[in-house]
C-alpha cells in the first residue's frame, strides 16, 4: 500500500468516527488508536467538530504533560476556538504556553466555563462538581482506571475515548488482588469496564501508523492488537544510511543489520542476573555510540534528503527504573550522548524516536512473571521507532518461555486478556531470531 492510499484510508477512518459521534445515541464511542496513527490529531478534530457557541466541550488527559501537549496544539491549530487549561495550585505554567493569546489558564473552574473548550487531567476533574457539558472526551483512555472515570463520567452526557490498546494497563504501587474480578476493580482500565457494562457501545480504530516503518508495523499489529493495522509508509520511504563505514565487530553488524532490516536482536551469552546487567547496559550504550560515531543519517518521507541522527534521536528503553537510573550513571561518562532518552516502557509511551534500543524485559531472568510477561510492556518498547528497533537479550529466552508460560495466579472473574503476554512474547523472539548477532 503506497502511502497516498493508506492517507486515504486513513482520512475514510476519521470521517467515520466523527459522523458516528454526531449521530450515536449511545453514552459514548470508543476508537481504537495504535502507535503512531494520529490519536492526537483525532482529539483535535473531535473537539473542533463538536464544538459550538452552545456545546462547549471538555477534554480529560491522564497526566499534565499531556494536557499541555493537547492545549498547546489545540489553541496553535484553531485559532478562533477559546482553550482553557485548568490547573491545580501548585502548577507551573511552561514557557512555551504563554505566547498563545486564546488560551486560558486557570485554577478556576468558573472561569473555564467560558472557554469554547477545557482541558484538564482526570483527577482534576474529579475535583469539579458545578459542571457539566454535552461532550466529552477522553485521551489515553487506556491509561485510564476505571475508578477515575466513575468520578468524572456525570459530568457528560456523552464521551468519545481514544486510546491505545496495546499500551500498559493502569497499574499501582499497593497490591490490588483484593479487586480481582469484581465489576468495578478500580485497576482495570475505564474502557475495558466501560464495554464490560456496555456490549453494544460502538468501537471504531484507527486503521494505519505513521510512526512504525513498513519493517515494523505487520509484526507489531500481530503480536499486540486484536484489530489489524498497517504502516502508512513503503519500505523504500524510509532508511538509514552512513557516512562512515564499520568495522567487522559484532556491534557494527549489529547497526547494519538494523539499518538494513528495522530489526537487530544483539544477544549476549546466557547467564541469570538481577534487573542489573551491566554487560546489556554497556551494550545499549556502545551500540548507540556506532550509531553517531558512524553518522547515521535517517531518510524518511517528510525528509527525503536524510537528516544527522543526533542523540536526541536514540532512546534506550528498560522495564525497570533501577536500570534506567544504571543507564543514566553510565551515560555521565559519555558527553556524545548527552541528550538521548533513556527510561522505562512506562514513561515511554506516547514518545517517538528514530531508533530504539530495548532491554528485553525476560532477559537474564530465571522465570516469568506477570510483570515481565505483560504484553504492554514490550508492545510499548518495541513501538516508539521510526525507523529501527535494536533489542538487548541474552540467550535463552525461548527456554524460559517454553518451562515458564507464567507464575501469576488465576483469578475468577477476570476476563482473558488479548494479546496473552506469553504468547506475544513468543511471537516477537521468533521474529527476532531471524536478526540475531551473537556477541
Not at 468558573?110 to 457539558?133: F, G, L, M
Not at 522505562?344 to 531472568?365: C, D, F, K, M, W
Amino acid at each position: 500500500m503506497n502511502e497516498s492510499s493508506a492517507a486515504e484510508l486513513s482520512r475514510q477512518a476519521v470521517d467515520r468516527i466523527l459522523t458516528t459521534l454526531t449521530t450515536t445515541s449511545h453514552r459514548g464511542v470508543v476508537v481504537d488508536s495504535p502507535p503512531g496513527a494520529g490519536k492526537t490529531t483525532l482529539v483535535q478534530q473531535a473537539a473542533q467538530r463538536l464544538i459550538s457557541p452552545q456545546r462547549p466541550c471538555m477534554i480529560v488527559a491522564q497526566t499534565n504533560a499531556q494536557v499541555d501537549d493537547l492545549v498547546t496544539r489545540l489553541a496553535q491549530q484553531a485559532p478562533h476556538l477559546t482553550v482553557a487549561r485548568l490547573t491545580g495550585q501548585s502548577y507551573t505554567v511552561p514557557t512555551r504556553l504563554r505566547a498563545w493569546q486564546n488560551l486560558i489558564i486557570t485554577t478556576d473552574a468558573a472561569q473555564a466555563t467560558r472557554a469554547d473548550v477545557a482541558v484538564a487531567t482526570a483527577s482534576k476533574w474529579a475535583n469539579i462538581q458545578e459542571w457539566h457539558r454535552d461532550w466529552a472526551i477522553v485521551d489515553e483512555a487506556y491509561q485510564m482506571r476505571s475508578d477515575a472515570l466513575l468520578k468524572i463520567a456525570h459530568l457528560s452526557d456523552q464521551t468519545l475515548f481514544v486510546g491505545d490498546p496495546g499500551q500498559l494497563d493502569p497499574f499501582s504501587s499497593i497490591p490490588t488482588e483484593r479487586w480481582r474480578g469484581l465489576p468495578h476493580d478500580p485497576m482495570a482500565s475505564a474502557v475495558s469496564v466501560l464495554l464490560k457494562m456496555n456490549r453494544d457501545l460502538p468501537v471504531l480504530s484507527l486503521p494505519v501508523s505513521w510512526r512504525l516503518p513498513a519493517s515494523a508495523a505487520q509484526l507489531v499489529s500481530a503480536a499486540f492488537y486484536v484489530t489489524p493495522f498497517r504502516a502508512g509508509t513503503t519500505e523504500n520511504d524510509r532508511r538509514l544510511t552512513f557516512t562512515t563505514a564499520g568495522m567487522r565487530g559484532t556491534l557494527d553488524q549489529t547497526v547494519d543489520l538494523a539499518a538494513r532490516t528495522g530489526w537487530a536482536l544483539y544477544e549476549l551469552p546466557a547467564r541469570h542476573t538481577g534487573h542489573i546487567d551491566p554487560e546489556a547496559a554497556h551494550a545499549a550504550i556502545d551500540i548507540a555510540l556506532r550509531l553517531l560515531a558512524r553518522d547515521a543519517t535517517a531518510h524518511c518521507e517528510i525528509r527525503p534528503a536524510g537528516r544527522r541522527l543526533e542523540p536526541t534521536d536514540i532512546a534506550i528503553g528498560t522495564a525497570h527504573r533501577d536500570q534506567a537510573g544504571y543507564l543514566h550513571n553510565l551515560l555521565r561518562s559519555y558527553p556524545r550522548l548527552n541528550g538521548i532518552a533513556v527510561d522505562t516502557a512506562n514513561r515511554l509511551q506516547g514518545r517517538e524516536y528514530a531508533i530504539t534500543i530495548v532491554l528485553h524485559p525476560l532477559s537474564g531472568r530465571r522465570d516469568t512473571s506477570g510483570f515481565h510477561l505483560e504484553a504492554g510492556r514490550l508492545c510499548v518498547l518495541t513501538s516508539r521507532h521510526r525507523h529501527a528497533c535494536i533489542v538487548i537479550a541474552r540467550a535463552g529466552i525461548d527456554r524460559l518461555l517454553d518451562d515458564h508460560p507464567t507464575h501469576e495466579p488465576v483469578h475468577l472473574g477476570v476476563d482473558s486478556k488479548f494479546p496473552d503476554g506469553w504468547e506475544a512474547n513468543q511471537h516477537v523472539l521468533q521474529h527476532l531470531a531471524g536478526h540475531r548477532i551473537r556477541a
